[in-house]
């Protein structure tokens, strides 16, 4: 299986500030068509996750330009600009490139 | 508006069976792979199974292989969880989503205990 190495687990930022969370595979998440499916998702307390960035990053309908997500083969990032009290919450990676599909750990971005 | 919305929830001792649903709207339900996935109480997402658009191709975590089944009914934008010989382990909330589209359920909680 494909393991997701996400990093840090708890994120503590300022609002304004910035925020980078890292996603390492075990393996290369390029599929064989070409395209690397790893995507970042965001989990507010009590809600189901929602979309901020897929296949690396394509920012999902909705979401703010201060999200970014970047990368290739096993290594990728997402970077929030400028956080608002609205980004804080539990974000994970997925990579939907190898059965079984897997998430990375999670990583708490809360208030310092 | 795209919406998923899960039923089935509940409390079962291990060992027994229970199936959860999940209704689409909003979209081209047979047009798109769906998934299951859950979540722990206070632990982190973990995908369970994948069914494609038309039935022809399911995939499962191996924590749920030979005990979950997943299905579809297209002509009533309906998706399926059969979940037999549950285990304590398996007590979390389960969503459906719909991946391509970007689209989660509100969940379900499936509690498993005697």
């Known amino acids: 299986d494909v393991v997701m190495t996400q990093t840090p687990v708890s994120l503590p930022v300022s609002l304004g500030g910035q925020a980078s969370i890292s996603c390492r595979s075990s393996?290369?998440?390029?599929?064989?068509?070409?395209?690397?499916?790893l995507h970042w998702y965001l989990q507010k307390p009590g809600q189901s996750p929602q979309l901020l960035i897929y296949?690396?990053?394509n920012r999902f309908s909705g979401v703010p330009d201060r999200f970014s997500g970047s990368g290739s083969g096993t290594d990728f990032t997402l970077k929030i600009s400028r956080v608002e009290p609205e980004d804080l919450g539990d974000y994970y990676c997925?990579?939907?490139?190898?059965?079984?599909?897997?998430f990375g750990g999670g990583t708490k971005l809360e208030l310092k | 508006e795209v919406q998923l919305v899960e039923s089935g929830e509940g409390l079962v001792q291990p060992g027994s069976s229970m199936k959860l649903s999940c209704v689409a709207s909003g979209f081209t339900f047979s047009n798109y792979g769906m998934n299951w996935i859950r979540q722990a109480p206070k632990k982190g997402l973990e995908w369970i199974a994948l069914?494609?658009?038309?039935?022809?191709?399911?995939y499962y975590a191996d924590s749920v292989k030979g005990r979950f089944t997943i299905s579809r009914d297209n002509s009533k934008n309906t998706l399926y969880l059969e979940m037999n010989s549950l285990r304590s382990e398996d007590t979390a909330m389960y969503y459906c989503a719909n991946w391509e589209l970007g689209y989660w359920g509100q969940g379900v909680m499936v509690t498993v205990s005697s």
């Open positions: 393996q290369s998440l390029v599929h064989s068509n070409g395209n690397t499916y």
């Open positions: 069914i494609y658009y038309d039935s022809s191709s399911k």
């Open positions: 296949r690396v990053s």
């Open positions: 997925l990579q939907s490139t190898h059965f079984p599909r897997t």
